[in-house]
Nanobody, 129 residues
Framework: QVQLAESGGGSVQAGGSLRLSCATSGGTYGRACMGWFRQTPGKERERVAIIHTGGGDPFYVDSVKGRFTISRDSVADTMYLQMNSLKPEDTAMYYC??????????????????????WGQGTQVTVLL
């Protein structure tokens, strides 16, 4: 069974950077929607960035546009989230998720969070003032 594992979280001063990684094990994704989500206590899980393994322009939530970059190394089967100019409001538990899917990035945009069937355990990001 395919498993996802996040790493790279931690504490950083506002304005700093972190790079999160999401490694795949136990299998590999062919065509799939993959993405990063975040959640703070008492709030719903928020979609941060989405890609399709077949390519196309990624989706970003407005609050991270221009600061975060999602990417994937297909050889290493690892997805990344480069986070720059971090703000205290970026503090959250960050999760990666994937769901095998044909189509393209426009198809991934129609997914509700619950359609992503594979999730990692999360990595905490804390941005300090």
């Amino acid at each position: 069974q395919v498993q996802l594992a996040e790493s790279g979280g931690g504490s950083v001063q506002a304005g700093g950077s972190l790079r999160l990684s999401c490694a795949t094990s136990g299998g590999t994704y062919g065509r799939a929607c993959m993405g990063w989500f975040r959640q703070t206590p008492g709030k719903e899980r928020e979609r941060v960035a989405i890609i399709h393994t077949g390519g196309g322009d990624p989706f970003y939530v407005d609050s991270v546009k221009g600061r975060f970059t999602i990417s994937r190394d297909s050889v290493a089967d690892t997805m990344y989230l480069q986070m720059n100019s971090l703000k205290p409001e970026d503090t959250a538990m960050y999760y990666c998720a994937a769901q095998p899917a044909w189509g393209d990035i426009s198809f991934c945009r129609t997914f509700s969070n619950s359609r992503f069937g594979h999730w990692g355990q999360g990595t905490q990001v804390t941005v300090l003032l």
